[in-house]
């Protein structure tokens, strides 16, 4: 594994390769023990605890930050077994939808290196793509884990906020981020799901479901169930081809017996910008403890008192897109313009959540795209905060709603991927990955 990744250098998909860890870790794992991913190779994005591994966030203010203690998640992947082989690159404490926003530099898309392989959590899904990693966790705020894993050809799970523990996350936006698998197959994402779900008393938000049994739902059949296709996920800046393959799977699915509908959800079209003002607020909040006291950089040469150094560290440590979240965030936060920003998002907030509420007593599971467009060229959009932002049109609702969506492998066009999303209640994964494995049967992709 470790020569491959070597050979893969030019993808830049890790930020620490944890080679004598790994080693240690393979050494102990028992081969009679009923563990569900014993030597299975786990690639980690680089925002997740791993005790002894650097974890940077993709930033220079963590460059050298080596934490003393493990995720909640990664301690659970490693008593199944797992081998955590290194940690990937991410954008800049997760915010980006590209994986060109780290300060360690891009990561390139495995079948386009030209082309960037979607974000924050890129690196993690350029690792399995490139088979230097069997499978690999990654966080999603706002669709971190779906972007990357639709543009590269892979299963990509947000799991419904409060199922996974997050415990030692370092998250950006508290109340909309979570940890899910990224990897090659549906079944590969139920296993490592139902790895994972372990409730822990470390996390307040964790309410945990104990060892489920998410793969049982991979063979059932769909005949009856209610699809609802909200005409909204097709909106303008939607790709032709996007729109194309995501239909034509939706009807291969109807003739497997699915009940499907179109839909609207009236709410959607201010998801977008009430997301990016609350997680941009929680970013503000969140990142105000990298101070250059208790994190950070702590370089005091030259500091005359404590406010030259904060400054001094902030300004050299954080990347711009940092920089211009954690601006906004603050100005949305500020006296005078709180009630007119962040609540009036909040507000919006549970509009959008009570609409899905709605929506699922009609329904078992929406459909659309994942992302509304095929993986663009590195830097396309980095000059263009807005158009970036736009990527996200799709994937944030899930987020704003508490909702599990799942990211499935519909098709392709000019030999790049294409992503379906499936998303549903609160704590109904099994209704995902009932409907994500008929796709994958069906779908004329196959990641290779």
């Known amino acids: 594994m470790f020569d491959e990744i070597r050979n893969k250098v030019a993808l830049n998909a890790y930020i620490t390769v944890s080679k004598d860890q790994a080693r240690v870790q393979a050494e102990k794992a028992d081969p009679k023990r009923d563990a569900r991913l014993t030597s299975v190779a786990i690639a980690v994005k680089d925002n997740i605890s791993t005790a002894g ?17 493990d995720a909640g998640v990664v301690s659970q992947i490693v008593d199944e077994g797992a081998i955590v082989v290194g940690k990937t690159n991410m954008d800049e404490f997760g915010m980006g939808s590209s994986t060109e926003f780290s300060a360690f530099g891009p990561t390139r898309n495995p079948y386009d290196e030209s082309r960037v392989p979607g974000g924050s959590s890129g690196g993690s899904a350029a690792a399995v793509a490139a088979g230097i990693a069997d499978v690999a ?11 990357p894993a639709s543009f590269c050809g892979l299963v990509g799970l947000k799991p419904t906020y409060g199922l996974v523990s997050r415990f ?10 979570q940890i ?57 800046g939607t790709d032709g081809r996007v729109t194309k393959s995501v239909w034509k799977t939706i009807h291969a699915l109807e003739e497997e017996g699915a009940l499907v509908e179109e839909t609207q959800v009236k709410s959607l079209k201010y998801s977008l910008p009430a997301y990016y003002i609350i997680a941009m607020s929680e970013a503000s909040s969140n990142l105000a403890r990298f101070d250059g006291l208790r994190y950070g950089l ?6 005359r008192d404590w406010s030259s150094l904060f400054i001094r560290d902030r300004s050299d440590g954080f990347g711009s897109e940092v920089k211009r979240r954690i601006i906004m965030g603050t100005f949305a936060l500020s006296a005078g313009y709180i009630d007119e920003f962040y609540l009036k998002a909040q507000r919006v907030r549970t509009i959008i959540r009570s609409e899905f509420e709605k929506l699922f007593k009609r329904f078992d599971a929406l459909i659309g795209p994942t992302m509304p467009t095929l993986p663009f060229k590195v830097g396309e959009k980095t000059s263009d905060p807005l158009a970036m932002y736009m990527t996200d049109i799709d994937t944030v609702p899930a987020n704003m709603a508490g909702l599990p969506a799942i990211s499935v492998p519909c098709g392709s066009a000019d030999s790049l991927p294409i992503g379906l999303q499936i998303m549903a209640p609160p704590f ?20 290779s």
């Not at 591994?53 to 203690?69: A, H, M, N, Q, W």
């Not at 966790?137 to 972007?147: E, Q, Y």
């Not at 590969?188 to 049982?216: F, H, M, N, W």
Request: glycine share 12%; with cysteine; net charge negative.
């Open 428 to 447: 109904r994964e099994d209704i995902i990955f009932k409907i994500g494995s008929m796709v994958e049967k069906i779908s004329s992709w196959r990641s």
């Open 298 to 303: 702590q370089d005091k040469k030259g500091a």
């Open 53 to 69: 591994i650097r974890t940077t966030c993709g930033s220079k203010l963590l460059e050298d930050y080596v934490p003393t203690y």
């Open 137 to 147: 966790l990654g966080s999603d705020t706002g669709g971190s884990i779906r972007c």
């Open 168 to 177: 030692g996350l370092v998250a950006y936006g508290n109340s909309l981020e």
């Open 180 to 236: 899910g698998p990224i990897t090659k197959t549906v079944r590969e994402t139920a296993l490592l799901l139902d790895c994972i779900t372990q409730k822990d008393p470390r996390d307040a938000t964790s309410v945990g479901k104990g060892k489920a049994q998410y793969i049982e739902e991979l063979d059932a059949d769909i005949d009856g169930i209610r699809i609802g296709i909200p005409s909204d996920f097709f909106g303008p």
